[in-house]
């Protein structure tokens, strides 16, 4: 995006060693940006740590002040590509990895975009609510939907801390409903998340 905005070949970001033209803070005039703003007003670009690590992550640095801190801190931002920041005592390290896809749903079974369809919401109480974009019947599950339904089947104990499913026999403590959606198959325990089609089970 700041090579896009600034006007610059970006072609040598696509392959290996991903080299990006600036590394460098500038500052333009916005009539040289195309901003429909006063000509001269100035314009300030945080400058790119490497390739696929931008200015968007140099913000997160200087917003939390963690280059600052004493001890060992991490700061994860997530966008189209994920960033993670290592400040240990102050010295900084960096890396990038492509979120995009993955909060997509690329390689989740019944994953997909945040479209008509997708689940957006999931809460287990006595049994599972689901909140679905458009208010039609669930086709899979987009990105803020995968994250409740990792994080509230281990709230509930349907996932132990180590990651394991339990099975139907195994916890009775559970109401009803939610063991009735507990199942085993040759992959192992499941829990199924929407009864509507087959392939929405999540896990």
Request: glycine share 12%; aromatic share 6%; proline share 6%.
């Given at each position: 995006?700041?090579?896009?905005?600034?006007?610059?070949?970006?072609?040598?970001?696509?392959?290996?060693?991903?080299?990006?033209?600036?590394?460098?803070?500038?500052?333009?005039?916005?009539?040289?940006?195309?901003?429909?703003?006063?000509?001269?007003?100035p314009?300030?670009?945080?400058?790119?740590?490497?390739?696929?690590?931008?200015?968007?992550?140099?913000?997160?640095?200087?917003?939390?002040?963690?280059y600052?801190?004493?001890?060992?801190?991490?700061?994860?931002?997530?966008?189209?590509?994920?960033?993670?920041?290592?400040?240990?005592?102050?010295?900084?390290?960096?890396?990038?990895?492509?979120?995009?896809?993955?909060?997509?749903?690329?390689q989740?079974?019944?994953?997909?975009?945040?479209?008509?369809?997708?689940?957006?919401?999931?809460a287990?109480?006595?049994?599972?609510?689901?909140?679905?974009?458009?208010?039609v019947?669930?086709?899979?599950?987009?990105?803020?939907?995968?994250?409740?339904?990792?994080?509230e089947?281990?709230?509930?104990?349907?996932?132990?801390?180590?990651?394991?499913?339990?099975?139907?026999?195994?916890?009775?403590?559970?109401?009803?409903?939610?063991?009735?959606?507990?199942?085993?198959?040759?992959?192992?325990?499941?829990?199924?998340?929407?009864?509507?089609?087959?392939?929405?089970?999540?896990w």
């Amino acid at each position: 995006m700041h090579h896009l905005f600034l006007g610059l070949d970006p072609g040598y970001l696509a392959p290996s060693p991903f080299v990006p033209v600036a590394t460098h803070p500038v500052h333009v005039e916005a009539k040289d940006t195309g901003l429909a703003i006063v000509p001269h007003a100035p314009v300030y670009m945080l400058p790119n740590i490497a390739g696929y690590v931008g200015g968007d992550t140099v913000g997160v640095i200087i917003s939390t002040g963690i280059y600052r801190e004493q001890g060992v801190h991490l700061a994860v931002y997530i966008g189209t590509n994920g960033e993670i920041i290592l400040a240990v005592d102050g010295q900084l390290m960096a890396c990038s990895t492509a979120a995009g896809p993955a909060f997509e749903g690329a390689q989740i079974r019944c994953g997909m975009r945040a479209v008509d369809g997708a689940i957006e919401k999931v809460a287990i109480k006595d049994d599972v609510q689901l909140k679905v974009i458009g208010d039609v019947p669930a086709k899979g599950i987009c990105a803020s939907g995968l994250m409740d339904a990792v994080a509230e089947p281990v709230r509930v104990g349907i996932v132990k801390q180590g990651g394991r499913t339990v099975s139907r026999d195994e916890d009775q403590r559970l109401p009803a409903a939610l063991q009735h959606r507990l199942g085993h198959d040759a992959g192992g325990n499941y829990f199924v998340l929407s009864t509507q089609k087959k392939v929405e089970r999540s896990w």
